[in-house]
């Protein structure tokens, strides 16, 4: 079958010549793959069809399914569907003065003061297939998927199954095997903020149930994914890990599917690195973006001149190692910086720091809110102005110095 629809698709190519016969092509592929759905749904395996066809289910759905089959693994809630009852940013009078806009993000800056937290499950499940992908045309991001033992692609926050999977197995040599494993690597897993806040708290979560062990990394890691651990006194080599050139099959795979903002797993990042313990913070930290090669503040000299008077000192991340930044939030009670990973380190200030965020909010990120909220800082938020024709994740931005001057006498 998979053979005969190569030929019908081959020939339909070669032979176009109207719009005609375009239309009939895209009813035979339409039709092929509305075949290949139902041949899985009924219990084909889809590599029969080169991957093609493949269904999609949530890890409730999986047990839901199975729920009277045997030896179809295990599922624990670690944390139940909470509702949160979060501050609003210090310098909004009005919950309708935030943003309603969800954009990519699936919630929006007006729904964090009361934004749902999803549960955290922990489940088990035999005989995994994992794969996975590098996308050239968005930086080279990662992105993996996870299908079960009789093939169909789980969906998780950041893990899901797409085209290029399909594409991947089907020219995948034998997958390397494993007895048992946990699988934690999300999407764009080297992304400072992603490790800090999707993997990191997953890790300590772990490491408090002595799983450790079946941890499995990718082989390439950065230096703060590597820092990272070191400083909690674990060494990265000792990690499982995988062949990148080869799928994975794990006859007993856990996998944790969370919420990148439930407080309960974030938190569990500063109380590992001490900063509980920490002395009184004093330092004003801005995070410049004036070395980033996106979203810079154009203007930001006028706000320079601003903020090194009221006892800010300039800061370039990029320059410092992890442990450096880690050790210069713990000593800061007030941390402002442009949207960028670099205010994900407000992970590691005492509860109560001050964090001011500058962003454009015609393409509204509620992200270091609802992180500033399950951390118990004190956030505000300062709109900017983007500047250029990029996509809005690459513009530049400039900042109204009477902005800034409102947010310094609020501060003092």
């Excluded at 801005?286 to 008077?309: C, G, H, Q, Y």
């Excluded at 200030?349 to 270091?368: H, K, R, T, Y």
Aim: hydrophobic share 40%.
């Amino acid at each position: 079958m998979k053979t005969s629809f190569q030929q019908s698709e081959r020939m339909v190519v070669k032979n176009e010549k109207s719009p005609r016969e375009a239309s009939v092509k895209t009813k035979l592929l339409v039709n092929a793959g509305v075949v290949f759905g139902k041949a899985v749904s009924l219990g084909l395996l889809p590599n029969w069809f080169a991957y093609r066809g493949m269904q999609k289910e949530t890890i409730k759905d999986y047990f839901d399914r199975n729920k009277n089959e045997k030896n179809v693994g295990s599922c624990q809630i670690v944390h139940e569907k909470e509702k949160a009852y979060n501050p609003l940013p210090c310098n909004i009078e009005s919950r309708e003065d935030l943003p309603a806009e969800k954009g990519w993000w699936g919630y929006s800056f007006y729904d964090v003061p009361h934004r749902y937290s999803g549960e955290t499950k922990i489940a088990t499940l035999p005989n995994c297939l994992v794969t996975w992908f590098n996308n050239p045309d968005k930086g080279n991001d990662y992105y993996p998927a996870i299908l079960t033992g009789d093939r169909r692609a789980l969906i998780m926050r950041e893990v899901a199954y797409k085209q290029q999977h399909a594409q991947v197995l089907r020219k995948a040599p034998e997958p390397l095997q494993l007895e048992e494993a946990i699988w934690v690597t999300e999407r764009v897993y080297h992304n400072h903020s992603h490790w800090l806040t999707a993997h990191l708290p997953k890790l300590l979560w772990l490491h408090n149930q002595n799983l450790l062990h079946k941890v499995i990394l990718p082989p390439n890691r950065t230096a703060t994914m590597n820092d990272s651990l070191r400083m909690l006194g674990l060494d990265p080599d000792d990690f499982l890990t995988y062949d990148e050139n080869k799928p994975l099959f794990v006859k007993q795979l856990t996998v944790m599917d969370t919420d990148r903002f439930r407080p309960e797993l974030l938190r569990l990042v500063p109380s590992a690195y001490g900063v509980y313990e920490a002395d009184a913070p004093n330092r004003r930290i801005f995070i410049s973006r004036a070395k980033a090669s996106r979203r810079k503040l154009v203007n930001e000299e006028e706000i320079w001149s601003l903020l090194e008077p009221h006892g800010f000192e300039r800061v370039f991340m990029e320059e410092l190692t992890f442990q450096e930044q880690v050790k210069l939030m713990q000593e800061t009670s007030v941390l402002m910086a442009p949207h960028g990973a670099g205010l994900t380190n407000m992970m590691f200030c005492p509860p109560g720091a001050q964090i001011v965020e500058i962003a454009d909010l015609s393409f509204p990120n509620p992200n270091f809110y609802a992180l500033a909220s399950a951390m118990k800082h004190q956030y505000w938020i300062i709109n900017a102005q983007s500047e250029g024709n990029e996509h809005p994740l690459e513009k530049d931005m400039s900042v109204n110095p009477v902005a800034i001057k409102e947010m310094l006498t609020s501060l003092i």
